[in-house]
């Protein structure tokens, strides 16, 4: 599993409004984006002991997280992840699933699944030793530009919602509500390098990298 860096930046509005004309008139964005955005939709697993909001919080050196994620309300690509963090470079890796798999995995029927992939199975595991159990759904419209050179991802997340229980993670038309205080969030992935241009391209006045979680936001509701 590859590294990358990670700046994360809270914006407000105005800064989304230059932001989003700026990086548009330099970097393409991503073709599978609908009208410039996309909907993203997680739903995160933790413990009765919270240890992936905790280590979250904590700020620990070395962390993991699973979600399940599907865009634009399509169920035809759903991908299950693990993110990790590891002396402040991330990492993440993703198999698909099967709705039956996933529904599986949110009825708490994960002893019955077989292993379709390495990631999957890691994830029954350790639903039996440390007892992690879908947690929270996480929505927001995500938009996306990208660059070339040293594989940069630039995203700018805004109007982040969750629901009140896990159990409509696979329903598009599921009930969502504010989170409330999320802000807009800028974020900045890149590999080796950080071009110049796209360092210059994301300045903005009065901002500073942040560790701002979707997921310790909206935990606030379950």
Not at 9 to 27: K, N
Not at 96 to 105: H, K, M, N, Q, S
Not at 110 to 125: A, F, I, K, T, W
Not at 146 to 155: A, D, K, Q
């Amino acid at each position: 599993m590859a590294l990358r860096h990670e700046w994360k930046h809270r914006i407000d509005t105005p800064g989304l409004l230059a932001l989003r004309a700026r990086l548009g008139a330099v970097l393409p964005r991503d073709p599978h984006a609908v009208g410039g955005s996309y909907q993203v939709r997680s739903l995160y697993f933790d413990n009765l002991a919270d240890k992936a909001l905790r280590e979250k919080l904590e700020s620990a050196n070395h962390r993991e997280k699973f979600r399940l994620r599907f865009y634009n309300g399509d169920l035809s690509l759903l991908l299950l992840e693990k993110k990790t963090k590891t002396n402040g470079l991330c990492g993440k890796t993703q198999a698909a699933l099967t709705v039956e798999e996933a529904r599986a995995l949110l009825e708490g029927r994960h002893q019955e699944l077989g292993s379709s992939s390495p990631l999957l199975g890691e994830l029954c595991r350790k639903m039996d030793s440390q007892g992690l159990r879908p947690k929270t759904i996480v929505e927001y419209t995500r938009e996306l530009f990208l660059y070339g050179p040293g594989n940069v991802r630039v995203t700018l997340d805004y109007h982040v919602r969750t629901a009140l229980s896990p159990a409509g993670f696979l329903d598009p038309g599921c009930v969502t509500l504010p989170a409330a205080d999320a802000p807009v969030i800028l974020e900045v992935k890149w590999d080796e390098f950080l071009p110049d241009l796209v360092r210059d391209l994301v300045q903005l006045p009065g901002t500073r990298t942040c560790a701002f979680s979707k997921y310790a936001a909206c935990r606030l509701y379950g």
